[in-house]
T-cell receptor, first 112, second 116 residues
Framework: DADVTQTPRNRITKTGKRIMLECSQTKGHDRMYWYRQDPGLGLRLIYYSFDVKDINKGEISDGYSVSRQAQAKFSLSLESAIPNQTALYFC???????????FGPGTRLLVL | AQTVTQSQPEMSVQEAETVTLSCTYDTSENNYYLFWYKQPPSRQMILVIRQEAYKQQNATENRFSVNFQKAAKSFSLKISDSQLGDTAMYFCAFMKPLDSNYQLIWGAGTKLIIKP
């Protein structure tokens, strides 16, 4: 079984709709991250969380919100989706010692 | 601000050849981490190799090795005996753990094609 899972894997939605992307991990890591990837670019950090009570904005948090429901779950919401939020979204986890991030399989989102 | 530059948008080599992907970064810090990640067509982001800046020895993982030149701020990835399964996008990433809240700064990637 994968250590970091993301649902859904693919999603098509319309402008103005609210959607949620979910991430779960079985690695036992405290830290979780949400990134987006656009064609020809590296990843950009949206939000990150170092534990259940700690949520921090990343480089491009506008238009997004997150919820850390438990140590193992970290959800990303688009309150009112817009076409320029079309991208590949990754969840990642890391632990305190290794400082290495491990990624889920990604969610491809298309906003029409 | 830290930046990561991958100057080769695309490379292609024959199977079994050796290929080197370039990465340079800009930082004034002394303690940091560098990573290479691989993204195959399946789009999964897979860690290839990790280097701590305080270690002079270059990291190796099987056919993958790095040439870490701290003074030159260069971190190239060498793939030996390349295989068809090595076809992927390769991303170089930089992390300054203490002040950056462990944020990774990414290069734009190099598309590597291994030809049979």
């Amino acid at each position: 079984d994968a250590d970091v899972t993301q649902t859904p894997r693919n999603r098509i939605t319309k402008t103005g709709k609210r959607i949620m992307l979910e991430c779960s991990q079985t690695k036992g890591h405290d830290r979780m991250y949400w990134y987006r990837q656009d064609p020809g670019l590296g990843l950009r950090l949206i939000y990150y969380s170092f534990d259940v009570k700690d949520i921090n904005k990343g480089e491009i948090s506008d238009g997004y919100s997150v919820s850390r429901q438990a140590q193992a779950k970290f959800s990303l919401s688009l309150e009112s989706a817009i076409p320029n939020q079309t991208a590949l979204y990754f969840c990642a986890t890391s632990d305190l010692r290794r400082e290495t991030q491990y990624f889920g399989p990604g969610t491809r989102l298309l906003v029409l | 601000a830290q930046t990561v530059t991958q100057s080769q948008p695309e490379m292609s080599v024959q199977e079994a050849e050796t290929v080197t992907l370039s990465c340079t970064y800009d930082t004034s810090e002394n303690n940091y981490y560098l990573f290479w990640y691989k993204q195959p067509p399946s789009r999964q982001m897979i860690l290839v190799i990790r280097q701590e800046a305080y270690k002079q020895q270059n990291a190796t993982e099987n056919r993958f090795s790095v040439n870490f030149q701290k003074a030159a701020k260069s971190f190239s990835l060498k793939i030996s005996d390349s295989q068809l399964g090595d076809t992927a996008m390769y991303f170089c990433a930089f992390m300054k753990p203490l002040d950056s809240n462990y944020q990774l700064i990414w290069g734009a990637g190099t598309k590597l094609i291994i030809k049979p």
